[in-house]
């Protein structure tokens, strides 16, 4: 496998694993904040999706044909990150999956040294190559990832990238909270000795 599938390979299923993070929940578990700065799971989704447009979007002259008056500037800050009530889960999961159709459609259509120029990232750093973007946007939807299985957790304790997951330990609900409790036995003994 050449390097762009690679990437390519790695970018798809960040996608899904995020998309996966909805599976299961109702509206108020979906939408609802659970960090004091309002990060919730559709709004991560649609974050992502929003932002991959962008970048395999305009910023290879090759736009969406699709609004998203969130990233206005006259827009409040942050409407990216949470889904208002006038917006569906379906209109976001729908949005997801077009930005990856339309990326993927941009990824197949160059080579990985197209080149490109991110207009909102300061000028000395804005002409970049489809590699770069591709792997700018790898480890954004990883990052937004790692986001989303906590908020998974926190919500009714599934954990990992989909169920089974191998990176996870296998143990039992008592097996969690016995390493749960070792986990802030020891974390109290070391504040306890400063």
Not at 31 to 36: G, N, Q, S, V, Y
Not at 51 to 76: M, N, Q, T
Not at 146 to 155: K, T
């Given at each position: 496998?050449?390097?762009?599938?690679?990437?390519?390979?790695?970018?798809?299923?960040?996608?899904?694993?995020?998309?996966?993070?909805?599976?299961?929940?109702?509206?108020?578990?979906?939408?609802?904040?659970?960090?004091p700065?309002?990060?919730?799971l559709?709004?991560?989704?649609?974050?992502?999706?929003?932002?991959?447009?962008?970048?395999?979007?305009?910023?290879?002259?090759?736009?969406?044909?699709?609004?998203?008056?969130?990233?206005?500037?006259?827009?409040?800050?942050?409407a990216?990150?949470?889904?208002?009530?006038?917006?569906?889960?379906?209109q976001?999961?729908?949005?997801?999956?077009?930005?990856?159709?339309?990326?993927?459609?941009?990824?197949?259509?160059?080579?990985?040294?197209?080149?490109?120029?991110?207009?909102?990232?300061?000028?000395?750093?804005?002409?970049?190559?489809?590699?770069?973007?591709?792997v700018?946007?790898?480890?954004?939807?990883?990052?937004?990832?790692?986001?989303?299985?906590?908020?998974?957790?926190?919500?009714?304790?599934?954990?990992?990238?989909?169920?089974?997951?191998?990176?996870?330990?296998?143990?039992?609900?008592?097996?969690?909270?016995?390493?749960?409790?070792?986990?802030?036995?020891?974390?109290?003994?070391?504040?306890?000795?400063?």
């Amino acid at each position: 496998m050449d390097d762009k599938a690679t990437l390519h390979r790695y970018l798809r299923t960040r996608r899904d694993d995020l998309l996966g993070k909805l599976d299961g929940l109702d509206e108020y578990d979906a939408r609802r904040p659970l960090t004091p700065t309002g990060t919730n799971l559709l709004g991560l989704v649609k974050h992502v999706a929003s932002v991959e447009l962008g970048y395999f979007g305009e910023v290879f002259g090759r736009p969406a044909p699709k609004e998203l008056p969130w990233l206005d500037d006259d827009a409040e800050p942050d409407a990216d990150l949470w889904a208002g009530t006038e917006e569906t889960r379906e209109q976001i999961v729908e949005l997801h999956r077009f930005s990856a159709e339309h990326s993927d459609a941009t990824i197949d259509a160059l080579p990985l040294d197209a080149p490109g120029v991110v207009p909102w990232w300061p000028e000395e750093r804005r002409h970049v190559t489809l590699h770069q973007i591709l792997v700018h946007m790898c480890v954004e939807t990883a990052q937004h990832l790692g986001h989303a299985d906590i908020l998974r957790e926190l919500i009714d304790g599934s954990a990992g990238q989909r169920p089974g997951d191998p990176n996870l330990t296998t143990r039992t609900t008592e097996e969690w909270v016995a390493h749960r409790a070792r986990i802030e036995a020891a974390a109290r003994a070391a504040a306890d000795e400063k």
